[in-house]
C-alpha cells in the first residue's frame, strides 16, 4: 500500500499544456484500467476528474485527458487557465477491493 | 442531487475514539460502494477503507487495520467510521465518497472503482 508517485509540482503559462506522471507498481496501475484523477482547490472537497484512465465524467472539460503505459499513468490538461491552479490526485485499484491515492501535485499557473 | 454530509469529527485524546458519520442522499445508497478517504494538514489523500453495498465486505488501510470499523446502515442511508485507539497520526479532514464500480467478469461481481462524490470532509484532531 505505498503512495503511488507524483512530481511535486508542475507549471506552465495560460495556453499552454502540461502533463502530470503518477508511477507505480505491476500490482496497481499496471494491472487494471483504472486509474482515477482528483482535483483539489484549497479548502474543498476532492472533484473527480477522469476515471478508468481516460474517461471524463459529465462536466468536466475535455481539455483534461488521461493515458496510460505500463505502469505510469499520466494527466494532460491542455490549454491552460487559471482556474486550473490545483493539487491533483491520482488514485489507482490495487486489488482485493482497495485503493491507493498518488502523493499529490500542485499545479501552478503562471 | 447527490449530496454527503460528514459529522462527529472533533478533538479527542490519543488513545480515545470516536464515530464519524456520513448522511446520503439523491442516490440510492444501498446499490454502493461507499469509502472514507482523509487528509492530514497539508498532506495528501489517503484511502482509509471501504464497504461493499450490504456490508459484507469491508476492507482498511493497513495503518488502521485492528482500529477503525466501517460500517453502514442502508435503512438510515448512513455510512459511518468507528475510530479507537487513536493516534495523533489520525488528525486529519475525514472524506466520505461514493464509490462507483466496475464489473468484474473473472469474478463475476461489482468492484470499487473511482470516487465520483464526496462529502465537505469533517475534521479530527488528536491531541493531548
Known amino acids: 500500500q505505498s503512495a503511488l508517485t507524483q512530481p511535486a509540482s508542475v507549471s506552465g503559462s495560460p495556453g499552454q499544456s502540461i502533463t502530470i506522471s503518477c508511477t507505480g507498481t505491476?500490482?496497481?496501475?499496471?494491472?487494471?484500467?483504472?486509474v482515477s484523477w482528483y482535483q483539489q482547490h484549497p479548502g474543498k472537497a476532492p472533484k473527480l476528474m477522469l476515471f478508468?484512465?481516460?474517461k471524463r465524467p459529465s462536466g468536466v472539460s475535455d481539455r483534461f485527458s488521461g493515458s496510460k503505459s505500463g505502469n505510469t499513468a499520466s494527466l494532460t490538461i491542455s490549454g491552460l487557465q487559471a482556474e486550473d491552479e490545483a493539487d491533483y490526485y491520482c488514485?489507482?485499484?490495487?486489488?482485493?477491493?482497495?485503493?491507493?491515492f498518488g502523493s499529490g501535485t500542485k499545479v501552478t499557473v503562471l | 442531487e447527490v449530496q454527503l454530509a460528514e459529522s462527529g469529527g472533533g478533538w479527542v485524546q490519543p488513545g480515545g475514539s470516536l464515530r464519524l458519520s456520513c448522511a446520503a442522499s439523491?442516490?440510492?445508497?444501498?446499490?454502493?460502494?461507499m469509502t472514507w478517504v482523509r487528509q492530514a494538514p497539508g498532506k495528501g489523500l489517503e484511502w482509509v477503507a471501504n464497504?461493499?453495498?450490504?456490508?459484507?465486505?469491508?476492507y482498511y488501510v493497513d495503518s488502521v487495520k485492528g482500529r477503525f470499523t466501517i460500517s453502514r446502515d442502508n435503512a438510515k442511508n448512513s455510512l459511518y467510521l468507528h475510530m479507537n485507539s487513536l493516534r495523533v497520526e489520525d488528525t486529519a479532514v475525514y472524506y466520505c465518497?461514493?464509490?462507483?464500480?466496475?464489473?468484474?467478469?473473472?469474478?463475476?461481481?461489482?468492484?470499487?472503482?473511482?470516487?465520483?462524490?464526496w462529502g465537505r470532509g469533517t475534521l479530527v484532531t488528536v491531541s493531548s
Open positions: 465518497a461514493r464509490d462507483d464500480e466496475f464489473y468484474d467478469y473473472s469474478s463475476g461481481t461489482y468492484r470499487p472503482s473511482h470516487f465520483d462524490y
Open positions: 439523491g442516490f440510492r445508497f444501498m446499490n454502493y460502494w
Open positions: 464497504i461493499r453495498h450490504d456490508g459484507s465486505d469491508k
Open positions: 505491476s500490482s496497481d496501475v499496471g494491472s487494471f484500467n483504472l
Open positions: 478508468e484512465d481516460n
Open positions: 488514485c489507482s485499484y490495487a486489488g482485493g477491493d482497495t485503493h491507493v
